[in-house]
């Protein structure tokens, strides 16, 4: 792999920073990595676990001279960074970013994005559970999307360099506009960690159950929810508030076709139940076909058979 920029500096050098810096540096795509983030104590980890080449808390020092600026901050820190950095950014420097929530991004970054610079947002649907920058490891963008949402006017040489930047680890790439990709996304990523986070509050505060039920016979299905229910809480609680309109849209028609399911429940209406979970069983396997998962057991954990 050639390197497709001299320097790239990475804002924010959690799971998915962490995981582009391994990336960058196993695939040879640039000469120098520089790490930023206002927390010490995170910054000198990411120096012990070897992820850049300089590291720094002034995200306005780490974009200097960069070709390629990614932004991996939670979506409500998005406008901060934007004017920490805007007067630092090199002349057709390429700046994106990785937020689940593109409307809100750009409405808090473009504004202060100088015109001799490339402003691409960018999505990369790709994320575990964890966060920090031990949670990051190479190949976690592999055979995932990463969706562009361009603004008007983007230079059409520099969405390719972009666009060759995350095929070169591995994604594939999509274009459509923010309101649209906000819409996809509450449906597909925000409204199932909103349930998770529901559920799994709702079981902690049954007072019929106790705590240490819950999890000894967790693996009945609480548990699934609880891996999303896991997630960094800050990242989410902006997604909400930066996504509030596509969200409640969702969750109308979630409860509303929740109601439809607890009156069938209610009247024994066997088919329509029947009918309900045959389609959403279609689903699963239509995600298995695009290879968003795979089809193992269990969802691929391994068990004690299977070391034997």
């Not at 040879?28 to 790490?35: A, E, N």
């Not at 990369?124 to 990463?146: N, Q, V």
């Not at 819950?214 to 996504?243: E, Q």
Request: aromatic share 6%; glycine share 8%; charged share 25%.
């Amino acid at each position: 792999m050639s390197v497709l920029f001299d320097r790239i500096a990475l804002i924010g050098i959690g799971l998915i920073g962490s995981s582009l810096a391994h990336d960058v540096r196993r695939l040879g795509l640039t000469k120098q990595i520089v790490v930023a983030t206002r927390s010490a104590d995170t910054l000198k980890r990411a120096e012990e676990l070897g992820l850049g080449d300089r590291y720094t808390t002034s995200s306005a020092e780490a974009v200097k001279d960069a070709d390629l600026i990614i932004v991996s901050v939670p979506v409500g820190a998005s406008e901060s960074v934007a004017k920490e950095i805007a007067g630092n950014l090199k002349s057709g420097a390429i700046v994106t970013d990785v937020g689940s929530t593109k409307a809100s991004v750009i409405a808090q970054m473009q504004p202060h994005m100088p015109d001799n610079v490339h402003f691409i947002p960018g999505h990369p649907l790709a994320g575990t559970e964890k966060s920090g920058p031990d949670a990051g490891f190479p190949g976690l963008f592999e055979g995932r999307w990463c969706i562009f949402t361009p603004v008007a006017g983007t230079d059409e040489t520099a969405l390719k360099r972009l666009r060759g930047f995350w095929e070169a680890l591995g994604s594939k790439v999509d274009e459509m506009d923010a309101e649209h990709h906000d819409k996809v996304l509450a449906i597909v990523s925000h409204l199932p960690h909103i349930i998770a986070y529901n559920i799994v509050g709702t079981a902690d505060d049954l007072e019929t159950v106790t705590e240490s039920e819950v999890i000894k016979y967790s693996a009945s299905g609480f548990r699934d929810f609880t891996r999303l229910a896991a997630s960094d809480p800050t990242m989410w609680r902006d997604v909400c508030l930066h996504n509030r309109d596509a969200i409640l849209e969702m969750l109308a028609r979630f409860s509303e076709d929740l109601a439809y399911l607890q009156r069938a429940i209610r009247w024994g209406e066997g088919d329509k139940i029947f009918e309900l979970f045959t389609r959403t069983r279609a689903i699963r396997r239509s995600i298995v076909q695009a290879g968003q998962d795979v089809d193992a057991p269990d969802f691929g954990r391994p068990h004690l058979l299977d070391k034997k």
